[in-house]
Structure formats: structure tokens, C-alpha cells
């Protein structure tokens, strides 16, 4: 079943992105559904963290609409957008200075106090701030770096970092780019692992990933992107074995 | 204490409030070479208040503050659009607006200066400043202070997060004006009489260097630079037409043998007997 024949949570529809002459989205219509987790894939530069960085806010949409729930999120400040429900991940991990993992997963949750709140100490955060951080902690397995800055940690650990930061203001979606690029195949099955019990607890995820095998064996729904294009879509095993895929990205041999 | 160590003293803690008012705002990434502009407007609108109309020299100080501060987030606007060097060369022009516009504001005395004021107490420049610089160890406790950080170490990212990127660089520049005012209210009492040229650029500069000196990363580093920038040349009087000199090869020795400053995050905790992160 398509995203789009269930309730969808992210639609995208005919979205167009360009810069100067080139076309890094031309016409990129897809939908994310409730709960489920959704996969883009295709060969570098074919519009993929475009894509991410026009959902976000972080690019504005030249043509298009895209809807969170309902709600028209196009052309909102990356704020707005965040705060009504989609987080992400970034392709190389991004974590603030010197915060403590501790830190990160108290400055992400910005909304909902007021400004007097979040001007007295830390510790003294409201107990649902730091309730939702000590469960994401635990939930992430980092309790034994509570206190570390971020940065410090190895490489596999700061993207559990950045991923449990951004799972902490509660989103509605979050958005991974590559979740598992430059790891070993345990901390990958570990990811794996997380991904599916976030989605379980009602998450959607939409992923951008270059791991095939990763892929095809987390996600709900594929699309396949090439050069700014959707040209399939579908599920795991209908997109490995479509002719316009083998030739653009998987390639005839695989 | 002598008259002259009460007058290094009061310069100190002026300079103190100087180096606060650069420090917040590059607590999020942006560097101010205009403070001094804005220490002048302070010192311009507390000595109006003071002998004009009357107002007593507190009043006056929260009243320079405010109305600092209210400049202070006009000029964040702008600078909104610029980075880096491009946003210390708009300050640095900034500064030498203001410097230009009191040069020509004859009812405040023109090139001629201002006069009138009434000596303030060192104890009661360190009672602003130390009770500023308390303020400020406080709010770097606070979700606020993480919420700067953020906004300094990865704009995009904060924003992607959540954050109010904005509102966070704007409120900063809006809170390091009214300090750079209340600096100049103290300087105008403290010396009784100002003119634009003691607010000028190399003013600026020394703020900004009692930072980088003292350690950019905690406030107590903009205390310990300002007193090092006070004392230091006249600890260094025995070397008499040398010793400006001597403060000058000090300054790159400390910078090249410290870049994060005198005092950072973790000596700063060392000291308190605080434990540190990892």
C-alpha cells in the first residue's frame, strides 16, 4: 500500500527546486504516511538533500506546496517548521560546541516555556523537559555519557547524539540523512534496531541512505530519485526490481 | 586605597562592562568592533539625564540601558545580514557614526565635550559592574545561555532545531548595548566630563581584547582580561618608556601560548571545585 492510500502525515506536491539553470527537484511529488518509514534513494546529487533542506525550511521552494498533518508548511522559517513537528539528522553530524550530551537534549526542546522559565538554571527546567530528556537518554542508551561533550565521543555515538536530539522535541516526522553512513555493521543493526522501535512507538520517518541492504530491509516505501525526478516508487521489492532503477542507481549487476 | 589605585580600579570595572557588553553578543557568534559607539550614546543620555533634568544617576543608568538597548536590537537587524569580518567592519563604522554625531551634537557640548556630571564611588562602579557580572554567570546557567551557544556554533542547525535564531542574535545585541551604556554612564561620572573622542575605536578594541585575553568562552575571563589590561602596564613601570612595549609583547605570549584565553570552561571550574565535562 502507498503512502498516499493511507493517512498521510508529509505530502509533497509537485515541488520544484532550482538553482541558477540546473533542476535539483523538478516536480517531486511523494507522501509519508503515519507511522511508517519511508526511503528516498538515488545516485549522488540527484536531489535528495535538496529535498530535506526544502521540507525543513532550510531552502524555499520555488513551485509547490508541502503539508505536514494538513497544515501548509511551504515557505515557513525553518523554526516554524521544526516546532510543528519534523526534526532531522544532517549527512555530516552537526552537534553544538562544547554542550554535553545532557545539553543537547535540554536545547532542543525550545517551545512550550516561557522565557523567564528558560532563564533560570538548567536544573531548574520544567519536569516534563527534563522527564522527555532523561527518557530519551535512556531510550538511546546514553546514560553513561550523560555529562560528555558531544563532540568528544566517538563517531558512531554522536550520531546517536544527533539523532536523539532531534527525536526529543517530540517530533511528528524525523527526517535522517544517511543514519548509518561510516558505520560498522553492528552500530548499523543498532540504528536499525532504534529506527524500528521509534517507528513502532508511532514515529515516521522518511531516510536518506546509500546502504542498499539497509534500505531494503528497514523500509516501509521507496522512492527513487535521478536527477531531480521521481522515477519509481513502491515498495522494497517491486523498486529492486523496476528497469528505470537497475539503470539509473542499482546498476544491472546487483 | 589611594586616589590612584581607586581611579585604576573604577577603570577596571568600567572596562569590565565594556568586555561584557562585546561578550554577550559574541556568545552568539557575532563580533562588535561599535561598542564603544554605543558606551558613548550611554555616557551621552546619563550625563543629559543627570545634569539637565535632574534624574539621579541610577535612574539615569537604567533609564541610558534601556534606551541603549532598544538601539542595541535596531542595530542587530542589519546585522542580521552580515558575518564574521563583514559584521566587525559595520560595527567598527557604527562606532565611528556615533563618535561623528556627538562630534556635531552641539547641545551636548560638540568637540567641546560635556561637563557637570557628579564623581561617582569606585564602590559604586563595582556595584554595577560586579552586580552585571554575577547577572551574567547566571544567565550562562540558564537554557537561554545554550540557546546562544547553539545559534553560535551552528546557526542552521539551531534553527533546524527549533530555535528562534533571530530573536537569540537580535536580544544579544539588544543586551550587550544596554550594558555598553551603563559602562559609559559610570565612565562620564567617574572622569565628570566626556567628549567623542573617548569614545572611539581604539576603545572598542580594548573591550574586545580584555575578551580574547580574559577567555571568550566564561565571563569571569572578560573580570580577569579587564584587570589584567588595567594593571598590567603599571606593574610594568619599572621598565619606564619601555613598558607599553613590554604589555605588548605580554599580550602575544599569552594569545600564543593561550588562544582560548587566560580563563576557560575548565579552569574556570578547576578553580570553583566544580566537576567538569569530559
Known amino acids: ?254 | 586605597m589611594s586616589t590612584y589605585y581607586a581611579g585604576l580600579f573604577a577603570d577596571a570595572g568600567i572596562l569590565l562592562l565594556g568586555a561584557l557588553s562585546v561578550y554577550i553578543i559574541l556568545a552568539t557568534g557575532q563580533l562588535s568592533l561599535g561598542n564603544a559607539g554605543l558606551m558613548g550614546i550611554g555616557a551621552y543620555v546619563t550625563s543629559y539625564l543627570t545634569v539637565n533634568v535632574g534624574v539621579p544617576i541610577t535612574a539615569a543608568l537604567t533609564i541610558a540601558g534601556i534606551a541603549c538597548g532598544a538601539i542595541g536590537v535596531v542595530v542587530g537587524f542589519p546585522a542580521l545580514h552580515l558575518k564574521g569580518i563583514y559584521l566587525a567592519m559595520a560595527t567598527l563604522g557604527f562606532g565611528e557614526m556615533v563618535r561623528s554625531f556627538f562630534l556635531n551634537f552641539s547641545p551636548m557640548g560638540g568637540a567641546g565635550g560635556f561637563h557637570g556630571m557628579k564623581h561617582i564611588s569606585v564602590g559604586y562602579i563595582w556595584a554595577w559592574a560586579g552586580g552585571l557580572l554575577i547577572v551574567v554567570m547566571l544567565l550562562e546557567r540558564s537554557r537561554v545561555w545554550l540557546e546562544m551557544q547553539a545559534v553560535r556554533d551552528d546557526e542552521t542547525a539551531a534553527g533546524l532545531v527549533g530555535l528562534k535564531t533571530t530573536t537569540t542574535k537580535v536580544a544579544a545585541f539588544g543586551a550587550g548595548a544596554a550594558i555598553a551604556a551603563i559602562s559609559g554612564g559610570l565612565f562620564a561620572h567617574q572622569f565628570v566630563y566626556i567628549e567623542p573622542g573617548n569614545f572611539g575605536f581604539e576603545r572598542s578594541i580594548d573591550f574586545v581584547l580584555a575578551v580574547i585575553l580574559g577567555g571568550s568562552t566564561v565571563a569571569p575571563g572578560a573580570l580577569a582580561g579587564a584587570m589584567l589590561l588595567v594593571l598590567l602596564p603599571e606593574m610594568l613601570r619599572f621598565l619606564a618608556d619601555w613598558r607599553l612595549a613590554a604589555f605588548g609583547g605580554l599580550l602575544i605570549v599569552v594569545l600564543l601560548v593561550r588562544r582560548q584565553g587566560i580563563l576557560d570552561r575548565s579552569l574556570f571550574r578547576l578553580v570553583t571545585f566544580r566537576s567538569s565535562p569530559t
Open chain 1, 1 to 254: 500500500m502507498s503512502p498516499a492510500d493511507q493517512t498521510s502525515l508529509l505530502n509533497l506536491n509537485a515541488v520544484t527546486k532550482t538553482f541558477g539553470g540546473i533542476h535539483a527537484l523538478s516536480d517531486v511529488s511523494c507522501d509519508v504516511a503515519q507511522g511508517q518509514i519511508v526511503g528516498f534513494i538515488g545516485p549522488n546529487g540527484a536531489g535528495k538533500a535538496t529535498m530535506f533542506n526544502v521540507i525543513t525550511g532550510a531552502y524555499r521552494a520555488d513551485r509547490g506546496t508541502i503539508s505536514l498533518a494538513g497544515t501548509m508548511i511551504t515557505a515557513q522559517p525553518p523554526y516554524r517548521i521544526a516546532r510543528s513537528g519534523i526534526s532531522r539528522t544532517f549527512q555530516n553530524i552537526r552537534l553544538f560546541g562544547d554542550m554535553t550530551v545532557w545539553e543537547h537534549l535540554i536545547v532542543a526542546q525550545p517551545h512550550g516555556e516561557s522565557l523567564l522559565r528558560r532563564l533560570l538554571p538548567i536544573g531548574w527546567a520544567s519536569p516534563g523537559v527534563l522527564h522527555r530528556a532523561q527518557e530519551v537518554l535512556e531510550f538511546f542508551g546514553l546514560e553513561a555519557v550523560r555529562n560528555r561533550v558531544a563532540r568528544s565521543l566517538p563517531y558512531g555515538i554522536q550520531r546517536k547524539v544527533e539523532m536523539a536530539r532531534a527525536v526529543t522535541a517530540r517530533p511528528k516526522l524525523l527526517l535522517l540523512d544517511e543514519p548509518v553512513a561510516g558505520m560498522n555493521h553492528d552500530e548499523a543493526e543498532d540504528i536499525r534496531k532504534l529506527m524500528l522501535q521509534l517507528r513502532d512507538a508511532g514515529l515516521s520517518i522518511l531516510l536518506i541512505e546509500h546502504d542498499m541492504a539497509f534500505v531494503m530491509n528497514l523500509c516501509d516505501y521507496l522512492y527513487v530519485l535521478d536527477f531531480g525526478v521521481v522515477i519509481a516508487q513502491g515498495r522494497p521489492h517491486e523498486v529492486r526490481a523496476n528497469p528505470l532503477v537497475l539503470d539509473a542507481y542499482l546498476g544491472r549487476a546487483s
